[in-house]
């Protein structure tokens, strides 16, 4: 339901990700990793690529990885928003798109994660990835 | 201020006489290109836009180093195109890379934070199983982070005592062993005022129990390096002459063209080591202006 949705929601498709396994782990987190795990006690089975409680919320790590398999749903910054969405701040956007997670990116690089809503992009950049950036 | 009884243990071990004047100067910047998510030429050009100097060093296209202390500073910091790290701390994934882009299983036995870790994800081409382990709880946070944020899919993370990890045979185990740190004195001279012999004993006896551990994780032809950012025989030679002493392992040759290497010692302080700990590798700061690190590759 996870690869399902990336494809349906950002056209990311599915078989992309034939190589590996998708595995759940606790409060709704979902990893890709390797085909086999044949352990206990494993802390983290690969990429963490989503969080899925009410609705499925990618991560941006995942997304600055696979976004450029991407065909819809990406919200494309000017510099100096780019660079305040890497510093973390939520931005004003005049933009036509679906409500619901869009991949922001910027010159060809994709950035990450954010929530689009009656014009109003909300950033979800988790708070260790914020940052300054003085070169882009 | 390095501590006279450093010197004094130092002094003919080092043979030469930049040693002490070159651990008391700044480490210059390096990082490396992380092949998951970017290349060297994409940085090359990148950063030459930016108009910062980066240096690309001849011994492995991937690592750079940059007088700008900056380089955290850029876009490509922030997607985890580059992984700020030591030069040196980059040489044991290295001396295995043909056995890295081939293996199916590998363990990087002590890897938090995680420098090697996402290297050998990057060498492995994200494929195959990558088990990165560590003792330390909170030092799995960083682990997390980084692999995380280096893209890295075929990595799985554990939170065990290596002396008790389950029996597995491993194409490649990296262990990277906790030590006294001098060799990173460079970056951090607080380590000069806590630095006393009797550390060195304590690692000593924990990195022989590792070792021998760590080979035994191994297959019958697979290949381990043992690796530690720290001067004292104690915690190198020795080590690799305990291995030695227990199992049959063989030292093999490094080689790393462009990059000055010094060979392991077979004696310190009336102590005899086996004459194969020769081919082990020492560097010391002051040849490639990097810390200091040693490194043993091992084939069982
Ligand atoms: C030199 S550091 C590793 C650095 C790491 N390889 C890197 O390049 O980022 C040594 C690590 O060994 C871990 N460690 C210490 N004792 C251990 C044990 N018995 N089993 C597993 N890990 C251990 C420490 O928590 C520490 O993170």
């Known amino acids: 339901m996870i690869l399902e949705y990336f494809e349906d929601r950002f056209g990311i498709p599915k078989a992309h990700f034939s190589e590996y396994q998708l595995y759940q782990g606790h409060k709704g987190k979902y990893y890709l990793g390797p085909k086999t795990i044949d352990r206990p006690q494993v802390i ?32 494309e910054l000017s510099k100096p928003d780019a660079k305040r969405y890497i510093e973390g701040y939520d931005l004003r956007i005049e933009a036509n798109a679906d409500p619901g997670y869009v991949i922001v990116s910027y010159s060809g690089n994709f950035l990450g994660c954010a929530f689009l809503k009656d014009g109003l992009m909300t950033n979800n950049l988790p708070k260790a990835k914020r940052q300054q950036v003085k070169y882009l | 201020m390095i501590p006279d009884a450093f010197k004094k243990r130092y002094s003919e071990l080092a043979d030469d006489s930049g040693f002490f004047a070159c651990l ?97 994800a990057a060498m492995m081409k994200n494929r195959g199983r990558l088990i990165a382990n560590d003792l330390s709880y909170s030092r799995i946070k960083a682990l997390q982070f ?67 551990k760590a080979f035994d994780l191994l297959r019958e032809g697979g290949v381990m390096t043992y690796s530690t950012c720290t001067f004292a025989p104690e915690e190198n030679e020795e080590v690799v002459g305990h291995l030695l002493s227990e199992r049959n392992a063989k030292i093999e040759k490094i080689q790393l063209p462009g990059f000055k290497l010094s060979k392991g010692t077979t004696e310190w302080r009336k102590n005899q080591y086996p004459p194969e700990v020769e081919n082990c590798v020492r560097i010391w700061p002051q040849h490639n202006d990097t810390g200091g690190f040693f490194v043993a590759m091992v084939v069982k």
């Open chain 2, 24 to 120: 008391e100067t700044i480490l210059p910047k390096s990082f490396r290109t992380n092949t998951i998510k970017s290349s060297s030429l994409e940085i090359r050009e990148r950063f030459a836009g930016y108009g910062i100097a980066i240096k690309q060093m001849p011994w492995y296209g991937d690592a750079f180093v940059s007088q700008t202390p900056e380089i955290g500073a850029t876009l490509e910091h922030f997607l985890g195109k580059i992984y700020i790290q030591e030069l040196v701390s980059m040489i044991p994934a290295l001396v295995v890379k043909k056995e890295l882009e081939n293996a199916s299983l590998v363990l990087d036995a002590c890897a938090a934070p995680g420098s090697k870790t996402t290297q050998i």
């Open chain 2, 146 to 212: 980084n692999l995380q944020k280096a893209g890295a899919l075929n990595t799985i993370i554990t939170n065990q005592d290596l002396r008790f990890f389950p029996n597995q045979q491993y194409d490649v185990v990296i262990l990277d062993a906790p030590c006294s740190s001098e060799g990173i004195m460079r970056k951090n001279d607080k380590l000069f005022r806590t630095w006393n012999e009797k550390k060195i004993y304590g690692h000593s006896r924990l990195q022989k129990q590792l070792i021998v």
């Open chain 1, 44 to 75: 983290s089975p690969g990429l963490l690529i989503a969080r899925a409680e009410k609705q499925v919320k990618p991560t941006s790590n995942f997304l600055q990885l696979f976004g450029h398999l991407a065909t819809k749903n990406i919200l």
